[in-house]
């Protein structure tokens, strides 16, 4: 399958330092580093979508939330990895944050992102990152509805927290059932 430079594009999900080395790390996560990097090396059009909690944030375990504190506003938990080969302002421009005041799993939920997409053209939405049975899953049952392209999942750059041993497994389920494709590096050129 070929990349269209202009119009299609990558979205890759919550790849920062909590959930590769941090409070919410997943097992594996590090791995991924040159998978994802030859997928920026690919396209043109990139978005990075960034878990972002104020500091007594509802999911933290402390509020009565199910999560440990993570991806705190300006911590270096929220920073996209270092090990991403695109860094500083250049990356800034790319992010877009999701959840400061109340958890969103989801990249297209409660940000713009869908009408950038839209006004931009796009017609078909590439998606990785972290994790798989979370906020990869929500993002890409999400962009099902809301994306007017087509939606695939880029099952070589996921990883699953899998806190029951099979949720990594159906959310991928899951994902094919709404007609979700799957594809990875060496099937794009
Ligand atoms: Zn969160």
Known sequence: MKIDRETDVLLIVDFQNDFITGSLAVAGAESLIPVINSYIKKFKNIVFSRDRHKLDHPS???QGGPW??????NTFGMEIHSGISITGQALDKLCVDKGRDKEAYSA????????????????????????TDYC?????????DKFD????????????VNIKPDDGKEAMKEM???GVKVSSVGMLE
């Open 60 to 62: 933290f375990i402390g």
């Open 108 to 131: 297209l939920d409660g940000t713009d992102l869908a009408d950038r997409f839209k006004v931009a053209g796009f017609r078909r939405l590439f998606i990785c990152g972290l994790a």
């Open 149 to 160: 392209g087509k939606v695939f999942l880029l099952v070589d750059a996921i990883k699953a």
């Open 136 to 144: 990869v899953k929500a993002t890409v049952l999400n962009a099902v």
């Open 68 to 73: 440990p504190d993570h991806c705190v506003d």
């Open 176 to 178: 094919a059932d709404k």
